[in-house]
């Protein structure tokens, strides 16, 4: 039976009671129709690089999502300016091969989400962002199987509440299985507005200004590379889940409480967003810290405080605990206690 250690980017987790690939979309929906009627739990996954699972494993039937196509409805009779590309993609797509084939075809508005890993299905379940885009800015619609009401439902974007790292998928979890995403990208040859100082410092524009597709999605993949933020098999920094804590949306009181050199960005709804790298590091957790009790197989990344990752042979209770003490220690240094942004499986912070 496959482990799901071996599904998961964190290389953490245990064995499934059952396993299923699910390779079609009348597949998926019966894997889980079948399961759902016996009762059984059901952990959907596609590339395993958002998930921490329990040493135990899971005690039920993983879906693994591995469908596939790519249809393209692309406008060619206008000018620049007003064609369109009306995209629609299997979940179990590999999503950083959507993006490259996007960028090679003129599809603008995904060229800064270049180098996530996982699956096309699961970017709508916390709405991926990277690098000043997130994916519900191009994102039509979705399908998906509600397991509730068991019939297949189609959600205009607008009826899918994104938000930061959010959507009504991850706020009802595993009631919705995302069968396809259709995407409505303009078509061009330069990459949508760069809102990121990073990125647009990298690329030599100003902040606003547009830069060709390909070498938009070349600086997003080398500043992700030295940040240990593209899957390396070979480098420990990215034995992770990506960014293990959300930035932290603060009060005006708890915001005004922070060291006067915290970042900080006004939100339209009067909140403030902060930077949980810079939290965590400010606490006294630098770069590749770990502690006694979490032990020497896992650590911050060397290169980005933001992940936790597995040194090799770690398990799950050692990561919990590394990011216990962070979360923990952030929240006594700051008062403001850091959310995980990983799906827990049978475990919890
Ligand atoms: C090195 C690294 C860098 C990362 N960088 C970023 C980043 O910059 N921005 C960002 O937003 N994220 C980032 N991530 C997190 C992760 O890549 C994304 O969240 C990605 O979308 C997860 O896709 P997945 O297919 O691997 O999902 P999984 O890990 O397999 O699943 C995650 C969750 O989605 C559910 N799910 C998966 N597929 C489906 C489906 N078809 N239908 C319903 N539910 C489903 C699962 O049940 C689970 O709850 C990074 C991760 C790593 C390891």
Same mark, same amino acid.
């Given at each position: 039976?496959?482990?799901?250690?071996?599904?998961?980017?964190?290389?953490?987790?245990?064995?499934?009671?059952?396993?299923?690939?699910?390779?079609?979309?009348?597949?998926?929906?019966?894997?889980?129709?079948?399961?759902?009627?016996?009762?059984?739990?059901?952990?959907?996954?596609?590339?395993?690089?958002?998930?921490?699972?329990?040493?135990?494993?899971?005690?039920?039937?993983?879906?693994?999502?591995?469908?596939?196509?790519?249809?393209?409805?692309?406008?060619?009779?206008?000018?620049?300016?007003?064609?369109?590309?009306?995209?629609?993609?299997?979940?179990?797509?590999?999503?950083?091969?959507?993006?490259?084939?996007?960028?090679?075809?003129?599809?603008?508005?995904?060229?800064?989400?270049?180098?996530?890993?996982?699956?096309?299905?699961? %970017?709508?379940?916390?709405?991926?962002?990277?690098?000043?885009?997130?994916?519900?800015?191009?994102?039509?619609?979705?399908?998906?199987?509600?397991?509730?009401?068991? =019939?297949?439902?189609?959600?205009?974007?607008?009826?899918?509440?994104?938000?930061?790292?959010?959507?009504?998928?991850?706020?009802?979890?595993?009631?919705?299985?995302?069968?396809?995403?259709?995407?409505?990208?303009?078509?061009?040859?330069?990459?949508?507005?760069?809102?990121?100082?990073?990125?647009?410092?990298?690329?030599?524009?100003?902040?606003?200004?547009?830069?060709?597709?390909?070498?938009?999605?070349?600086?997003?993949?080398?500043?992700?590379?030295?940040?240990?933020?593209?899957?390396?098999?070979?480098?420990?920094?990215?034995?992770?889940? =990506?960014?293990?804590? %959300?930035?932290?949306?603060? %009060?005006?009181?708890?915001?005004?409480?922070?060291?006067?050199?915290?970042?900080?960005?006004?939100?339209?709804?009067?909140?403030?967003?902060?930077?949980?790298?810079?939290?965590?590091?400010?606490?006294?957790?630098?770069?590749?810290?770990?502690?006694?009790?979490? =032990?020497?197989?896992?650590?911050?990344? %060397?290169?980005?405080?933001?992940?936790?990752?597995?040194?090799?042979?770690?398990?799950?209770?050692?990561?919990?605990?590394?990011?216990?003490?962070?979360?923990?220690?952030?929240?006594?240094?700051?008062?403001?206690?850091?959310?995980?942004?990983?799906?827990?499986?049978?475990?919890?912070?």
């Amino acid at each position: 039976m496959p482990d799901l250690r071996d599904h998961t980017s964190l290389r953490l987790g245990g064995p499934a009671r059952r396993w299923v690939e699910a390779t079609t979309e009348d597949e998926l929906v019966a894997a889980v129709s079948a399961a759902d009627e016996a009762g059984e739990p059901v952990l959907v996954l596609g590339g395993g690089s958002n998930l921490v699972v329990a040493d135990d494993g899971f005690p039920g039937t993983v879906v693994e999502v591995a469908t596939r196509g790519v249809t393209a409805d692309v406008d060619a009779s206008g000018g620049p300016s007003c064609s369109g590309a009306t995209v629609t993609v299997a979940a179990g797509e590999d999503w950083d091969q959507l993006v490259a084939e996007a960028v090679r075809r003129g599809w603008v508005g995904i060229e800064a989400l270049s180098g996530i890993p996982g699956s096309v299905g699961a %970017t709508p379940i916390q709405n991926v962002g990277a690098y000043g885009q997130e994916v519900s800015q191009t994102i039509a619609r979705v399908r998906v199987w509600d397991r509730v009401l068991r =019939g297949v439902r189609t959600f205009a974007a607008s009826e899918c509440d994104f938000g930061y790292r959010a959507s009504r998928f991850k706020a009802d979890p595993g009631r919705h299985v995302v069968l396809d995403v259709t995407f409505q990208f303009r078509q061009g040859s330069l990459g949508a507005p760069v809102r990121y100082a990073e990125l647009a410092r990298t690329l030599g524009v100003a902040e606003g200004g547009r830069a060709p597709l390909a070498d938009v999605r070349a600086a997003v993949l080398d500043l992700r590379r030295g940040k240990g933020m593209v899957l390396d098999p070979v480098d420990h920094d990215t034995w992770s889940a =990506g960014s293990f804590f %959300t930035n932290p949306f603060l %009060t005006a009181e708890q915001v005004a409480a922070l060291p006067d050199d915290a970042p900080r960005w006004k939100q339209p709804d009067g909140t403030w967003k902060s930077s949980a790298a810079w939290l965590i590091d400010r606490a006294g957790f630098g770069k590749g810290w770990t502690s006694p009790a979490a =032990g020497e197989r896992v650590r911050l990344s %060397t290169k980005h405080t933001l992940a936790l990752t597995n040194r090799g042979g770690a398990t799950t209770d050692e990561l919990l605990t590394l990011a216990r003490e962070v979360r923990d220690g952030v929240r006594d240094a700051f008062g403001v206690t850091l959310v995980n942004e990983p799906v827990t499986v049978g475990c919890s912070l």
